[in-house]
């Protein structure tokens, strides 16, 4: 289970997280919603060690990761598939889903067949570079990168973000795969809105940098969340 209690977070001299908690546990989805500039994504890289939070505690099975590291992170078991997707535009796709491997035993160096099972045209695209794909391909390279490091945690930035909806919709799939399988704690921060209260098990919605709503799905409505996260 991840756990985020009281995170504060800074840009220079502007504070961007005011005591943001929640809890994401394995088996369910943690959809953070708000408009745009609120946090969310300052949220996601604070937890992931990608920018360093000023204060409060991020732990993943009860265990304080103490202000990690990107790679402290990923060896802890957060895996963050960001804003953008960041696949290696110069690598193969079998050299970018390689680079998750930076974080596993020289042992467990292999690529899960599971991974072409929930992305199929991966197998096939194996040779080509991550630059000549496709963005919905990119996306489902840069998801599956994440599922290498084997996470118990998976942050999900976006991923519907300039996405064709075929592909949107095969995303939708993985993501109710992983939750069914019950061993990753899933969080997605999305701002196509049918498509995170289609899948949330859980709601936090942001504002200002602080957390306004976090209940699960069953507790709240519909509107109440889209008039939540609406200008």
Same mark, same amino acid.
Request: proline share 5%; net charge neutral.
């Given at each position: 289970?991840?756990?985020?209690n ?7 001299q502007?504070?961007?997280?005011? $005591? ?5 546990k ?10 745009n500039g ?14 360093p939070y000023s ?7 009860g265990?304080?990761?103490n ?20 696949v ?11 680079? $998750?491997f930076a974080?596993?035993?020289k042992?467990?160096?292999v ?6 099972e ?12 991550? $630059?000549d794909?496709?963005g919905g391909?990119q ?8 599922l290498i490091?084997q ?9 519907? *973000? ?13 993501i ?8 990753i704690?899933?969080?997605?921060? *999305? ?10 098990d859980?709601?936090?919605v942001?504002?200002? $940098?602080?957390v ?13 969340i889209?008039?939540?996260?609406s200008?």
């Open positions: 289970m991840l756990s985020v009281d995170l504060t977070l800074h840009y220079g502007s504070q961007i997280l005011n $005591g943001v908690s929640l809890e994401a394995p088996g369910a989805v943690t959809v953070v919603m708000g408009t609120v946090g969310k994504t300052s949220l996601l890289k604070a937890i992931s060690g990608r920018h204060g409060g505690a991020v732990a993943v099975n265990t304080d990761l202000h990690p590291t990107a790679f402290q992170a990923a060896r802890a078991g957060i895996a963050y598939v960001p804003q953008g997707r960041e290696f535009p110069l690598m193969t796709v079998r050299e970018n889903l390689e680079s $998750g974080c596993l035993p042992d467990q160096h690529i899960p067949e599971k991974i072409f929930l992305f199929p045209i991966l197998k096939d695209f194996m040779h080509r570079r991550g $630059g794909l496709s391909q996306q489902q390279l840069a998801i599956a990168r994440a490091t996470p118990r945690v998976l942050l999900l930035d976006e991923p519907t *973000e300039g996405i064709q909806p075929n592909i949107i919709q095969q995303i939708g799939r993985v109710e795969t992983l939750r069914e399988e019950g061993e704690a899933i969080v997605l921060v *999305e701002q196509y809105f049918d498509f995170a209260f289609g899948l949330a859980r709601f936090v942001m504002n200002r $940098g602080a306004t709503v976090n209940a699960p799905k069953a507790e709240v409505q519909r509107d109440q889209l008039s939540a996260v200008i």
